[in-house]
């Protein structure tokens, strides 16, 4: 399968605890892209990269949350001493840049967050 | 800034019948539009887009879209609803920043 994929699928964790998300984006995609999804709503956007470099990080990515991508190929997400609030599905998506124009995301299965 | 309006939480459909999902939309520069489908624990998949080149979009399984821009619209028809079709509709727009800014989603509920 040659799609974006994300690990793990499912993840419960005790208020407090800290958790790390790691998205495989579709190989030749420079452009990779984490967002949020909570029950009843659209995803909302965090953050992106290009390669290595995180170019934007929206007002929602709080100080608990931090991204990266140090090869420019998979990256994580990783949210310290959760929050109920952090429960959610968390969505990776990617899309290849081709000089200045940018194609359509494609997006994983998406990691679904329960803290308790 | 960006924004996008999905008229309809829900829509329901009898099996056969058209569907109309309606989206507006808010820009300020010229958008790329989107129309990604959810279907229950499955990833989004994306139906159509529109870039600028022509107004009236085919997208996968029947669906298409029509960009007015007087109206700032960007609504999703399809001319024979399936059951099969039944799934969360998310209208999407995207900006300079290429970032996506989702609607809050229609969903739509096929009729046997």
């Known amino acids: 399968d040659t799609g974006v994929s994300q690990d793990p699928r499912h993840k419960i964790t005790k208020r407090g605890q800290n958790v790390t998300f790691r998205c495989d984006p579709i190989?030749?995609?420079?452009?990779l892209y984490w967002y949020r999804q909570t029950l009843g709503q659209g995803p909302e956007f965090l953050t992106y990269f290009q390669n290595e470099a995180q170019l934007e990080k929206s007002r929602l990515l709080s100080d608990r949350f931090s991204a990266e991508r140090p090869k420019g190929s998979f990256s994580t997400l990783e949210i310290q001493r959760t929050e109920q609030g952090d429960s959610a599905m968390y969505l990776c998506a990617s899309s290849p840049t081709i000089g200045t124009e940018t194609y359509e995301q494609y997006f994983g299965p998406g990691t679904r967050l329960t803290v308790t | 800034a960006q924004s996008v309006t999905q008229l309809d939480s829900h829509v329901s459909v009898s099996e056969g019948t058209p569907v109309l999902l309606r989206c507006n939309y808010s820009s300020s520069y010229s958008p790329s539009l989107f129309w990604y489908v959810q279907h229950p624990n499955k990833g989004l998949q994306l139906l159509l887009k529109y870039t600028s080149a022509a107004t009236l979009v085919k997208g996968i399984n029947g669906f298409e879209a029509e960009f007015k821009k007087s109206e700032t619209s960007f609504h999703l028809t399809k001319p024979s609803a399936h059951m099969s079709d039944a799934a969360e509709y998310f209208c999407?727009?995207?900006?300079?920043?290429?970032?996506?800014?989702f609607g809050s989603g229609t969903r739509l509920q096929v009729q046997p």
């Open positions: 190989s030749e995609h420079n452009r």
């Open positions: 999407v727009v995207s900006g300079q920043r290429r970032a996506l800014t």
